[in-house]
């Protein structure tokens, strides 16, 4: 017989079928044994009649066994529907129940546990209803990114996680053991190489690991994570990055169905702007994490916004590819985009002149020699172009309010925490 | 004024149009100097007049300048249309030209070079009409291939790169210095997190990056690739596996738009059948790239496939989580799917059963408390599963006939190259 999802049995009242699945609750009635069954479609009840010849078999089934049931769809008495429950109006009336795996949980999937346990027990963990949503989230959100950007005409390219050179730029780079004595890197972002490709494709995007090696150990970093890339040329400044970034998140907001705060304009301030409207110090060069929170609770309450752009980060606290607002030097056309209290994004227009780009490497104390390969893109034609990059766990933490970006990871990597996993 | 896309100009006719994008040709016939004008969406030739306020700046113009440009769209007269270029039908009359980024190039773009010279300058490179078509390709694989999944259930999940403990299993893997003293590893598979995720979604996919420190100099090795792994529960044996492949295969045939020999099934053979359809030693525990090629030469003889599946390849050759087929002891339910002759897949199904596994492992040397984050999973009720990899860009290399699996990936790192960059 082939195997019907749980979701379809509705449309098989009075016929036999195979179901398989987990026993998600067994609850032994003497008599009678009650079953609730789950496959990736959903649960419904299932029962074991005392005359049934499943009648041992399901004594010696417990929670969490795989099995694969075959079973009558009974239509339940009018009195027994529970109308608010998936199958609530139908039973399956067990037949025989074939164990195809044991199994032995830790604990109780809707136990108390803390963040390590739970880490520590992911391949068991990760079955709860919380955590399966939040990945299904995730996956939703990476793939409506790629659509929003599809359909702006945006090529999607593989960008590469190990390069050559020391990566003394910006945020610390793993070491890589390469061949021989060579030493090469993780790529702590695809920055370089989406604007390599926009001399080839004029819009890119692409949705890599990227890898950070900060000694930091709090709830919003992490030393791996996957980067939401795109950068295109021909833009007049960054204000069209941000147009696409926005759209993007329109999409993803929508595709994800969740409640979010988000106006037909997303709120823009300048830094400046930023802190005085928080009434902090308009000398500091960026905002602390409490004044990102504050200023999303400000976004929320005056413009009904659960994200707000903050624009002209001073250039010194930009990379050297960062370009300069002409009309207020000493700030960039870059922008950040916090969502519910959090940076998730970064982005801006970049430098397309070969020699401002030298010249700015150079002051930024960096060897032009050491990336000849991507200065290259600079002497073919490049185009005036920006682009942004969007954290996926972060978003998607701050989407469902978890409060630390590690309970929205698969297998969280961080200062004290990677797994042991022989690889094959 | 809003610029206007190059394949959009046709039904600008008679009115004035701003075009940026690279200048493909410039002849300078004297009076008059004629363009070639190319942006993401295509090309269309441009004049500029002897009057024109625009002759001394197109003058100073070269190829691949990048160029913003004023522009009336006028019609060709009949008997000067070309029927079978894009934009034949119309010509740029052109007022006004605006240099965005000066153009000095190495070589021109269609001269003769060998694989490093390209390699070497693929900033430059990469914009040939060859390999922007062999990337968008590409990027139509990858997207054809989720696509196909997410049609069958199937959920994406972000595979770790790095990993703890030592991957003595199987491939090289490259060492990474992790925080302090520890080491990690760079992922040589998805493998067994994508089993891991069986037991949470039944059934998952990944494209992740995956990393081989293999020796090898060859047209078909890599160390970084893309991987498109899909791993399944509840099947009844590894053809169920093969079947969801094909389906992916067919949704890439079909969205790339290519020629493909792909018959209603694509045939299969276990490996002492392919050995003795060749008449090789049927000894031997896998194919040989040459046999490799002669048994596509074959199905492509004899059941008009570029396609063709062998399985059953001998437990010794396979890794410890291989499945072994009760009827046919010594011999696995694995398969490989080969095309035009190269491997491009592999899979099979997997052992579901803890203790068999754990025996499986200690036979292979392997020592089970290095895995134990792995065996959790299938401590909690693992169902017969199976899955498969497939590498991106030999596909990709195979689809569109390209010799050579380096040139159809971005930034291929081997044995001797990794570009050097500055990395922030």
Redesign the interface.
């Known amino acids: 017989m082939e ?1 019907t999802l749980i979701s379809e049995l509705g449309a098989h009242v009075d016929k036999k079928v195979l179901v ?3 026993v998600d609750v067994r609850r032994d009635q003497g008599k009678m044994i009650f079953f609730d069954f789950r ?3 959903g649960k419904v009840q299932g029962v074991v009649l005392p005359k049934s010849e499943a009648i041992e078999s399901a004594k010696e089934v417990r929670n ?3 099995v694969s049931v075959e079973a009558t769809v009974n239509k339940r008495p009018e009195k027994n529907i529970k109308a608010d429950v998936q199958n609530g109006d139908i039973e399956l009336e067990i037949h025989v129940i074939t164990v ?7 604990f109780e999937l809707e136990a108390e546990i803390n963040l390590d346990t739970y880490l520590d ?4 963990t ?2 709860s209803e919380k ?2 949503n939040i ?2 989230t ?2 939703t959100i ?2 409506a990114f ?1 659509e929003a950007l ?1 359909e702006e ?1 945006f ?17 610390a ?7 021989y004595d ?1 030493k ?6 695809p ?3 989406k604007q ?2 926009v ?5 890119v995007f692409s949705t ?2 990227v ?1 950070r ?1 900060e ?1 930091h150990a709090t709830t919003r970093h992490l ?2 994570y ?1 980067s939401m890339d795109f950068e295109m040329g ?1 833009i007049k400044d960054h204000t069209d990055v941000m147009a696409v970034l926005e759209r993007a998140m329109r999409k993803i907001v929508e595709k994800t169905g969740l409640e979010v705060a988000l106006p037909e304009r997303i709120p823009v301030l300048t830094l400046r702007e930023a802190q005085a409207a928080l009434g902090v110090s308009t000398d500091e060069p960026d905002l602390e994490p409490e004044h990102e929170r504050a200023l999303c609770e400000w976004a929320l309450k005056e413009h009904k916004s659960d994200f707000v752009f903050v624009t002209h980060y001073p250039m010194s606290k930009r ?3 960062t370009y300069e607002d002409e009309n207020n030097l000493g700030y960039s056309k870059s922008f950040d985009l916090l969502f519910r209290g959090l940076e998730i994004s970064t982005g801006g227009q970049r430098i ?2 070969l020699e401002s780009l030298i010249e700015r490497a150079k002051a930024k104390g ?1 060897d032009p020699e ?5 200065l ?9 172009h920006g682009g942004s990059a969007t954290g ?1 766990e972060r978003l998607t933490a701050r989407l469902l309010n978890i409060a630390n970006v590690k309970e929205a990871t ?2 969280p ?1 961080d ?1 004290n925490r ?7």
Chains 1, 2 share one sequence.
Request: hydrophobic residues 40%; charged residues 25%; proline residues 6%.
């Open positions: 195997r398989q699945g987990w496959d990736r479609s969490e066994f795989v195809l795996s044991r199994a032995e949980v830790p027990h992911q391949p068991y990760l079955r955590a399966r990945f299904k995730q996956s990476i793939e790629r599809r005409d090529i999607e390219f593989q960008a590469p996680a190990l390069v050559g050179g020391d990566a003394e730029g910006g945020a780079a793993f070491k890589v053991d390469y061949y060579q090469a890197y993780l790529a702590t972002s920055q370089l190489y390599i490709m001399v080839v494709f004029e819009r890599p690991k890898f090696g000694k030393s791996e996957s021909f990379p050297f590819y397309h002149n960096l050491k990336f000849k390969f991507y290259e893109a600079f002497k073919v034609g490049m185009p005036p996926l698969l297998f990597r200062l990677i797994d042991t996993l022989l690889s094959e």
